[in-house]
């Protein structure tokens, strides 16, 4: 499946990240490609604003990994991968347990974890647009 979705400003987030989730409703894991400033960590914002995340959201760059709860009190995991340098470094902080474990899970940088990650993950590639915009474009695998 591929599709491609417009975010005009970083408000937009939580309305894009709604539909995301909808159009992937069985779906946990989710891969977020782009580069330094594509939009990643916004998009996040909005995936857990829209999934009852009221904590405030940050990148956890230094932590690899942040915990947050869901208005549900379920476990809402993010990951930013872009400080590890080799995969060993997965296994340290338990990342098959994080992604098998049923919970959401946003991955930035998500390369490092190729074959760790489930085969239904959904990567989202974000490119800035010269118009301050972001594309994102969507693809699944299963």
Request: include cysteine.
């Amino acid at each position: 499946m591929l599709a491609t979705i417009t975010m005009r400003k970083a408000s937009d987030a939580e309305e894009i990240a709604r539909l995301i989730l909808q159009s992937h409703a069985e779906r946990r894991v989710f891969a977020l490609h782009g580069e330094l400033g594509a939009g990643k960590t916004t998009l996040i914002k909005g995936f857990c604003a829209a999934l009852g995340v009221a904590d405030r959201t940050s990148s956890p760059s230094f932590a690899i990994v942040n915990e947050y709860r869901r208005d549900t009190d379920e476990p809402l995991y993010h990951f930013d991968l872009y400080r590890l340098r080799d995969a060993n470094e997965l296994d340290g902080i338990g990342f098959e347990e994080y992604v098998d474990s049923g919970a959401y899970c946003f991955i930035e940088w998500p390369e490092l974890a190729e074959g760790l990650r489930p085969s239904d993950t959904v990567h989202l590639l974000l490119e800035a647009s010269p118009t301050g915009g972001r594309t994102i474009t969507i693809t699944t695998r299963k």
